[in-house]
């Protein structure tokens, strides 16, 4: 067997797994759209129709984004100094973990007060633009429940 049947074959097998993976996400985004139109309307509009609920959401969701940023921002802060005199590090899987989840903001002080992993790849490329998608999603979020608590 030569090497271009080898690569043939192997091609064939990609395409499958590619258009069953394809046809799974397919069937799951239909199903997401049937169950998010099956909600009526006018009880998504009662989640955001009581005060108080809409405080306490807007509360938790600002605490959420505080508390995920400062634990970010003393994560890496806290890596720094462990460099410097040797110790067990957090591992950058933990600290990108972090920034996904959320801290994206935090990650990028931390990253440029203790000017920590600012030469590594994936954090010079990866934080920014969780830094640049966060800022969005937040302020969205956060204008949105803000509308709704306090107007």
Sequence with gaps: MDIYNILRSAGAYVYI??????????????????????????????LFGNPVTNKIVFGVV??????INIAALCMFVSDKKKAKSKQYRTPEKTLLRVCVLGGAIGGMIGMSIARHKTNVAKFKMTIPALFIIQLIVYSMALGFLGFWAFF
């Design 17 to 46: 797994g590619l258009s069953v993976i394809g046809a799974f996400l397919k069937m799951i985004g239909e199903r997401l759209y049937e169950a998010v139109m099956s909600i009526p309307f006018p009880t998504v509009m009662k």
């Design 62 to 67: 600002a605490a959420y984004i505080l508390a």
